[in-house]
């Protein structure tokens, strides 16, 4: 049983996993990207803090999800006597605030300007809480949790990221380079249903219930990670930079906590490997006149890296689990523009398209992710020449998504939908 118990708590992550592609990072709202030059560009690409002076940065981001998931009873073979209680339409919603603060400060040396910087911030998180489904029939329990239990209850995951970097700015030339090591701290929470045979049956052989939950708590892992830019500032008006974030492959060891049925709770140690995709960002600026700007740019994520999960006993090293996950690369076209209203005031505007990481085969509700489209717009307020105040409001929208060939045991087969908006403020002040 304790075997057995292990290797159903790490199918039971799996749904967590696929909350890494969920990018919340939306640092300096519209400004953020290659060519940044506010303390996030730490984030966004270290070879942009090379520069005289200080700044500080206050970045608070709120963020709002509405997702849904049809469970097709026909699909997913669930006979007519448990569709009523495994099948059906749910929502999840969650809405959040993320903090975020950067600081940054540099100096003139000869031909070069030099920058240091520190900050702390979550570019990635999941959550997903659905909606009790208090109309399932009563004679099944574990139904008031929804059709979608059988992938998750509810999930939360976290990555928290202290940073700290160095740059270097040769001005003949115009070009730079950024260093930026990144501390990793992931944290995993998820529930979900699930029965010893690993189905959607209600109740065993002898007529008693089945059904049970699988709980992982305070799962927790840390990776280091880099990124290193490179920035050209052509002229005044043309600037060129690139950017990489490094692979991470997370090992996140928690404990488990399973009950089947009437059974009594078992417990164990266990780990999973949660890879994260490296990264490339290259993007440009190009000033059309002196008050118009166009900011272009393109992002790849390997997120082929997920391919498979390992599932490892933590007491005697026994490999339980070899799961495909036949995530895809992804890639992100955005195009930004900046117009200078006024003496104090920019208006900020975006456009943005992605490709999908997950395939429909290995789609599950609450964080797979298919392709989406970003619209965003904002503005920025220059107070003085110490202190600015800006904000955006991105509108991110996922194509729907219809699953009839699902290989997740169980199924998942169904319709999905999904959209997400963030509103950021940011305040920045230069020393």
Sequence with gaps: MRRFAVLAT?????????????????????????????AFAIFWNPAGLA??????????????????YDRVAEWNGETPDRAGSNAGLNHTGATA??????????????DFDLGLGAAFYVA??????????????????????????????????????????????????????????????ATLDTIKARTPDGTTRLVDDRGQL??????LEDGS??????????????????????????EADLRLEGDAFITFGTAEEARERSVFNLPVAQTLHAGARVALTDTL????????????????????????GEQLMDLARDFDDTWHVILRGDW????????????????????????????????????????????????????????????DVTVRNSVQKPTTNGTYTDARQYLTLDVEVRL
Aim: aromatic share 10%.
């Design 10 to 38: 790490l199918l039971g992550l799996t749904a967590a996993a696929q909350a890494n592609p969920f990018f919340i990072g939306r640092f300096q709202g519209l400004k953020g990207d290659p060519v940044d030059r506010s």
């Design 51 to 68: 520069g005289d002076g200080g700044r500080l940065h206050l970045h608070l981001m709120g963020v709002n999800r509405a997702a849904t």
């Design 210 to 215: 089945a059904e049970g939950r699988i709980l």
């Design 293 to 316: 700007a166009l900011r272009p740019s393109v992002m790849w994520h390997e997120w082929s890296v997920m391919e498979r999960q390992v599932a490892i006993n933590v007491r005697n």
């Design 124 to 185: 990635r998180a999941g959550a997903t809480n659905w909606r009790p489904a208090f109309d399932a029939p009563a004679e099944h329990p574990g139904a008031v949790d929804g059709p979608q239990r059988w992938a998750t209850v509810n999930t939360a995951m976290l990555i928290y990221s202290p940073s700290v970097a160095l740059a270097a700015a040769h001005r003949p030339t115009g070009l730079a380079l950024g260093v930026a090591p990144v501390y990793n701290i």
């Design 340 to 399: 200078q209203a006024g003496e104090i005031v920019t208006l900020h505007a975006g456009l943005g398209y992605e490709t999908g990481a997950t395939p429909e085969h290995t789609f599950e509700p609450g964080l797979a992710e298919s392709a989406s489209y970003e619209f965003a717009a904002g503005l920025t307020v220059d107070l003085n020449e110490n202190l600015s105040l800006s904000s955006s409001f991105f509108w991110q929208q996922f194509e």
């Design 97 to 110: 605030l993320a903090p975020a603060l950067a600081g940054a400060w540099g100096t003139a040396l000869g």
């Design 221 to 246: 892992g840390e990776e280091l990670t880099w990124v290193v830019g490179l920035r050209w500032d052509v002229s005044d008006d043309l600037t060129f930079a690139l950017a990489w974030h490094s």
